[in-house]
């Protein structure tokens, strides 16, 4: 009987204890709720901060020595030569009194220069047909070479690389020298059949120009696909052959889908470099007599402005217009591919 008063009061200190405990653990908990930061990460002392900044610096200091030669080289053969083209093109040289300030005045001169005109039309075509008939060929190699039923796919991937090793000055002295309807191969080929073929007439040089240019970069383009088919995994086609998939359906479901990004990048260079359209039309002028003018191309416009004619400041002028220009459409051909991603 003496003992229940003892346990009534051991009971009533273990029920207190708990409470307590209850309690704190509660209180720990909500601040660590309201204020994770502070119980998990405390924060640094004065000592620890001033210890760990010369290693952030040295971390900064080292992203910016490897940043800092791409940077100079952009600043130094991009930038300050626009943003001088921008200065010429803003002055005109006179007769008397030499450079004068002009404003847009050599702007407004070209968007009436027919001459100039025909050329962005002519380069425009030259986009239309010969770009999309280069990438599906470089598709279809790109494709054929990744089947795995090609045997000596290392040798056919050197070949089509190839021509893309060839100098681009060589390879339309070759071609100039094939088209040549006298002594070149199509004359050979013209005087076999009878009939008389001449690539680099006025209304054959345009296509002559186009089969060079696909010649050159079509290894290039096709290089480009076959690295992204290569990136697919190989669950995806183990997925398709469970599912009774064909090389035709393969194609279709999953190597295109997966070709959209790198479809993208070729398609933006492809129209780059027919807009900047130069060599070709510039060589091909010494056997082409008479049939490639000087507003061939813009480019080839702005190069007989500026050392034929030494009118440098409106050759800026059209350079910065088709900078511009290639520019939009080079932004318009992404903007369209991301919105297709994002679908």
């Known amino acids: 009987m003496l003992a229940c008063p003892n346990r009534n009061v051991y009971a009533n200190s273990l029920r207190k204890q708990f409470a307590q405990t209850s309690a704190l653990r509660t209180r720990r ?59 010429l093109s803003m002055y005109r040289d006179q007769l008397i009194g030499g450079n004068h300030f002009v404003g847009f005045a050599n702007y407004l001169q070209a ?103 696909t010649w050159e970069f079509i290894g290039y383009n096709m290089l480009i696909f076959y690295a992204a088919l290569s990136t ?32 993208m990048i070729t398609t933006i260079f492809s129209i780059i470099g027919s807009f900047q359209l130069f060599n070709e039309p510039n060589i091909l002028r010494t056997t082409a007599l008479g049939v490639i003018p000087t507003n061939f191309t813009p480019n080839l416009y702005a190069y007989t402005l500026s050392f034929l004619g030494n009118q440098i400041n409106y050759a800026a002028t059209i350079a910065i217009i088709m900078g511009v220009v290639t520019a939009i459409v080079a932004y318009i051909v992404q903007l369209r591919g991301t919105r297709k991603d994002a679908r």
């Open 29 to 87: 908990e909500d601040e660590t709720m309201t204020s994770p930061t502070s119980v998990l990460t405390p924060p640094l002392s004065r000592r620890e901060r001033t210890r760990r900044s010369p290693l952030n610096r040295r971390i900064a200091m080292a992203g910016w020595g490897f940043v800092l030669p791409f940077f100079v080289g952009f600043v130094l053969f991009v930038v300050v030569p626009v943003l001088y083209s921008i200065y």
């Open 232 to 263: 697919i995994p190989t669950e995806l086609y183990e997925a398709a052959a469970i599912d009774g998939a064909g090389a035709f359906r393969t194609v279709v479901s999953i190597k295109l889908p997966a070709l959209r990004g790198a479809v």
């Open 111 to 213: 968007f009436t220069d027919t001459g100039f005109w025909s050329g962005v039309l002519r380069v425009s075509l030259f986009l239309v047909v010969q770009v999309p008939v280069m990438l599906v060929l470089a598709l279809m190699c790109a494709l054929a070479i990744d089947s795995g039923r090609l045997h000596a796919k290392s040798f056919f991937r050197i070949i089509l690389f190839l021509p893309y090793a060839v100098p681009g000055v060589v390879a339309v002295l070759m071609w100039g020298f094939m088209y040549n309807p006298r002594a070149g191969l199509t004359g050979a080929l013209g005087h076999l059949l009878g009939m008389t073929i001449d690539p680099i007439s006025t209304q054959w040089v345009l296509p002559a120009i186009g089969n060079i240019v």
